[in-house]
């Protein structure tokens, strides 16, 4: 069955230091994979997607299909990143959409 | 536009109880969805419409009914309301054009039932 799973519930790291949140999925097709993030009392938003292979608020994300993966980065982490991040798959020609359980980055002054 | 708006925004229920929620949604997408988010446990895929007539179940659809009549427009139903079904409901919709994957999400509706 088609899963994502973020192991981190929480993730707290200082200013300035390097963020890496981790996803991996499970899917035996080609996967088209998101990440989205909501903010404080912000709706959720997307914030990359891998088959645009592009740089969002200095994040990046690269998939890694020998380890069925897609981990955000970025880094130097700045306050303002602090935010609930969801890793999600799309599949069924990306007409089905799922998520992770959600990792909630906390960035510490 | 104003993209994406669910009502209510709050709703408590008392058990056996029915409602629907509802979406729509004006920027003419031919793709929708329901999810439920549970503390913890990340967004869960309920329903979706790939278009007007057109729904399939996802992840969760126990309990749940929908229906699509319009483009716009994508109700949620609880027939007979339970506790486990106490959740915040976010509603999203996409172009479905190949190659444009984005969902743009709805407000949420918190619903306790009690």
């Known amino acids: 069955a088609q899963r994502v799973t973020q192991p981190e519930k929480l993730l707290s790291v200082f200013k300035g230091a390097p963020v890496e949140l981790k996803c991996n999925y499970s899917?035996?097709?080609?996967?088209?994979l998101f990440w989205y993030v909501q903010y404080s009392r912000q709706r959720l938003q997307l914030l990359l997607r891998?088959?645009s292979r592009e740089s969002i608020k200095g994040f990046t994300a690269d998939l890694n299909k020998g380890e069925t993966s897609f981990h955000l980065k970025k880094p130097f982490a700045q306050e303002e990143d602090s935010a609930m991040y969801y890793c999600a798959l799309g599949y069924s020609s990306a007409s089905k959409i799922i998520f992770g359980s959600g990792t909630r980055l906390s960035i510490r002054p | 536009n104003a993209g994406v708006t669910q009502t209510p925004k709050f709703r408590i229920l008392k058990i056996g109880q029915s409602m629907t929620l509802q979406c729509a949604q004006d920027m003419n997408h031919n793709y929708m969805y329901w999810y439920r988010q549970d503390p913890g446990m990340g967004l869960k895929l309920i329903y979706y419409?790939?278009?007007?007539?057109?729904?399939d179940k996802g992840e969760v659809p126990n309990g749940y009914n929908v229906s699509r009549s319009t483009t716009e427009d994508f109700p949620l139903r609880l027939e007979l309301a339970a506790p486990s079904q106490t959740s915040v409901y976010f509603c999203?919709?996409?172009?479905?054009?190949?190659?444009?994957?984005?969902?743009?999400f709805g407000p949420g509706t918190r619903l306790t039932v009690t």
């Open positions: 419409s790939v278009g007007a007539g057109i729904t």
């Open positions: 899917y035996s097709g080609s996967p088209e």
């Open positions: 999203a919709s996409r172009t479905g054009t190949s190659g444009d994957y984005e969902q743009y």
């Open positions: 891998h088959i």
